[in-house]
């Protein structure tokens, strides 16, 4: 059993999607296991009028749906869900934080999670704030996106700043709790035979790859007014990019991993609008087929005609000694033709064959770290093929293939949020910082792209198949996704 820290989890947002499908089935996991104290509550506040049983009942039916069969436990369930209290709470209205009060002690421990729009984010801490429930024994949490743009951004973090300090201020990107992520680090610096190749003298480019094959959902609203640019490039990429870039921290803890993947956003080169035509593709998804099975354009979905973005790509550049000239490409979309998470890394070829003379070729190594729908780890190398040579020498690309749910069969793979409400509970909270701690960037910093790509000024960009998709056929035509569904600007 963890640490008796906090007695209890203050849930805000609790009948959205994100609380059924990963918040609640995190904590029923933590609960099955052992690992939430026997008196930990949770409340449980959202605009709809429900009562306890009535949320409790739900929220019993979210666990059937979205925890996996053979974990699933009808009398745990029962017994997680008589931890939960419901509070019917409207953010905008400050007598509804007067009521909340009343049922929490902020004293004996509390922990704060917004699972909120953001555009809701100042207007809770306020109320809370105002409801004195922001003491030296409250601790928060903020899910991304934490605002729409450097502005907006800054303008939650200093409302945060006044009602809580660093050290309580826990932003959470859920991307950075899933096991294969958090194995990045360890694959990097617990192994020596990487670093010393883990630069621009060996690598030729790097791919990070987000594709979905589902489209909006229920997340029509949302998704409209953010676009894939800011719902998965500005957090979970990026966050990505940086540990894939990012120099061996002094230690592992929140401060020296926060430190160094700052310096890599740092060193992003700026894209001007005399770039955008050259490095930066967007694109909506039309209607079609996937699997056999027809889909609907994003304008149906919506049900009104949009300029969002649903695709984008990005040939990015680190300009430092590390990694200079190599490029980073980052690609995400929605209805691609297949769900596929992965950080794709080509080293350079040999300088020179010996194999040539006798017919062979070679082909640069590879490292594919599959992130979903399976988590793998996968080292593509040169061998020779079998046989006595009388015809020349044969070399073939073979794989070295980790699968981590066989590797460690032992245990349940958990939901990455179980990750981060765990330590989110606990006495200090290292591990949540160091996923979820990075702050934002100032404006001297490299990474500034959003005037470019959405709204009235943005300028118009070449297909897919004549920058990205060009580039890449020279460096690894293998790793080339479909986008039979795009249409692009």
């Given at each position: 059993m963890i640490r008796d820290k906090v007695s209890t989890l203050l849930l805000f947002g609790a009948?959205?999607?994100?609380?059924?499908?990963?918040?609640?089935?995190?904590?029923?996991?933590?609960?099955?296991?052992?690992?939430?104290?026997?008196?930990?509550?949770?409340?449980?506040?959202?605009?709809?009028?429900?009562?306890?049983?009535?949320?409790?009942?739900s929220a019993v039916e979210a666990l059937k749906e979205h925890v996996p069969a053979n974990f699933y436990d009808p009398k745990s369930a029962l017994v997680f869900s008589r931890r939960l209290t419901y509070v019917v709470l409207d953010a905008t209205k400050p007598e509804g934080f007067k009521r909340l009060a009343k049922t929490v002690d902020p004293d004996a421990g509390l922990a704060i999670f917004l699972s909120t729009a953001p555009t809701l984010f100042k207007a809770v801490i306020d109320g809370l704030e105002a409801a004195s429930l922001t003491g030296p024994r409250v601790r928060l949490a903020l899910e991304k996106p934490l605002g729409t743009d450097l502005a907006s951004s800054c303008e939650i973090n200093d409302a945060v700043a006044i009602a809580f300090p660093e050290s309580r201020t826990f932003r959470i990107d859920h991307y950075l709790g899933k096991e294969t992520v958090q194995n990045l680090l360890a694959l990097r610096f617990a192994n020596s035979m990487f670093e010393p190749l883990w630069n621009s003298a060996h690598i030729d480019h790097v791919q990070i790859t987000v594709a979905e094959s589902i489209g909006l959902e229920d997340r029509g609203a949302y998704y409209d007014g953010a676009g894939a640019l800011r719902d998965m490039v500005q957090n979970h990429m990026l966050q990505l990019l940086a540990l894939v870039a990012m120099e061996p921290p002094g230690d592992f803890n929140a401060t020296a991993v926060r430190d160094e993947k700052v310096k890599v956003l740092r060193a992003l080169r700026p894209i001007t609008p005399a770039d955008v035509e050259a490095t930066t593709v967007t694109g909506q998804y039309v209607k079609g087929a996937i699997e056999g099975q027809p889909v609907p354009a994003y304008a149906d979905e919506l049900g009104k005609e949009s300029g969002t973005e649903t695709f984008v790509a990005i040939k990015a550049f680190i300009d430092n000694w590390r990694w200079k000239g190599v490029?980073?490409?980052?690609?995400?979309?929605?209805?691609?033709?297949?769900?596929?998470t992965e950080i794709f890394i080509q080293f350079k070829d040999v300088p020179f064959s010996i194999f040539a003379s006798r017919g062979a070729t070679t082909r640069p190594n590879k490292l594919l770290i599959s992130l979903q729908p399976s988590e793998t780890i996968e080292l593509r190398l040169m061998s020779k093929t079998p046989g006595l040579d009388r015809d020349g020498v044969r070399l073939r690309e073979v794989s070295l293939d980790l699968g981590l749910a066989n590797?460690?069969?032992?245990?349940?793979?958990?939901?990455?949020?179980?990750?981060?409400?765990?330590?989110?509970?606990?006495?200090?909270?290292?591990?949540?910082?160091?996923?979820?701690?990075?702050?934002?960037?100032?404006?001297?910093?490299?990474?500034?792209?959003?005037?470019?790509?959405?709204?009235?000024?943005?300028?118009?960009?070449p297909k897919l198949r004549t920058i990205i998709d060009r580039d890449l056929f020279h460096r690894a035509p293998d790793r080339i996704p479909s986008g039979d569904l795009i249409e692009f600007s």
């Amino acid at each position: 059993m963890i640490r008796d820290k906090v007695s209890t989890l203050l849930l805000f947002g609790a009948t959205g999607d994100l609380a059924h499908r990963m918040l609640l089935p995190s904590l029923y996991g933590l609960h099955a296991d052992g690992l939430l104290p026997d008196d930990f509550q949770i409340i449980c506040t959202a605009r709809s009028e429900l009562d306890d049983e009535q949320y409790r009942a739900s929220a019993v039916e979210a666990l059937k749906e979205h925890v996996p069969a053979n974990f699933y436990d009808p009398k745990s369930a029962l017994v997680f869900s008589r931890r939960l209290t419901y509070v019917v709470l409207d953010a905008t209205k400050p007598e509804g934080f007067k009521r909340l009060a009343k049922t929490v002690d902020p004293d004996a421990g509390l922990a704060i999670f917004l699972s909120t729009a953001p555009t809701l984010f100042k207007a809770v801490i306020d109320g809370l704030e105002a409801a004195s429930l922001t003491g030296p024994r409250v601790r928060l949490a903020l899910e991304k996106p934490l605002g729409t743009d450097l502005a907006s951004s800054c303008e939650i973090n200093d409302a945060v700043a006044i009602a809580f300090p660093e050290s309580r201020t826990f932003r959470i990107d859920h991307y950075l709790g899933k096991e294969t992520v958090q194995n990045l680090l360890a694959l990097r610096f617990a192994n020596s035979m990487f670093e010393p190749l883990w630069n621009s003298a060996h690598i030729d480019h790097v791919q990070i790859t987000v594709a979905e094959s589902i489209g909006l959902e229920d997340r029509g609203a949302y998704y409209d007014g953010a676009g894939a640019l800011r719902d998965m490039v500005q957090n979970h990429m990026l966050q990505l990019l940086a540990l894939v870039a990012m120099e061996p921290p002094g230690d592992f803890n929140a401060t020296a991993v926060r430190d160094e993947k700052v310096k890599v956003l740092r060193a992003l080169r700026p894209i001007t609008p005399a770039d955008v035509e050259a490095t930066t593709v967007t694109g909506q998804y039309v209607k079609g087929a996937i699997e056999g099975q027809p889909v609907p354009a994003y304008a149906d979905e919506l049900g009104k005609e949009s300029g969002t973005e649903t695709f984008v790509a990005i040939k990015a550049f680190i300009d430092n000694w590390r990694w200079k000239g190599v490029p980073f490409y980052l690609r995400t979309g929605k209805r691609m033709p297949q769900r596929d998470t992965e950080i794709f890394i080509q080293f350079k070829d040999v300088p020179f064959s010996i194999f040539a003379s006798r017919g062979a070729t070679t082909r640069p190594n590879k490292l594919l770290i599959s992130l979903q729908p399976s988590e793998t780890i996968e080292l593509r190398l040169m061998s020779k093929t079998p046989g006595l040579d009388r015809d020349g020498v044969r070399l073939r690309e073979v794989s070295l293939d980790l699968g981590l749910a066989n590797a460690f069969s032992e245990g349940r793979r958990r939901i990455a949020y179980e990750r981060l409400l765990l330590p989110f509970s606990d006495r200090d909270g290292a591990v949540t910082h160091v996923i979820g701690s990075l702050k934002t960037i100032s404006e001297d910093g490299g990474f500034e792209i959003k005037n470019l790509m959405r709204g009235s000024d943005t300028l118009p960009v070449p297909k897919l198949r004549t920058i990205i998709d060009r580039d890449l056929f020279h460096r690894a035509p293998d790793r080339i996704p479909s986008g039979d569904l795009i249409e692009f600007s």
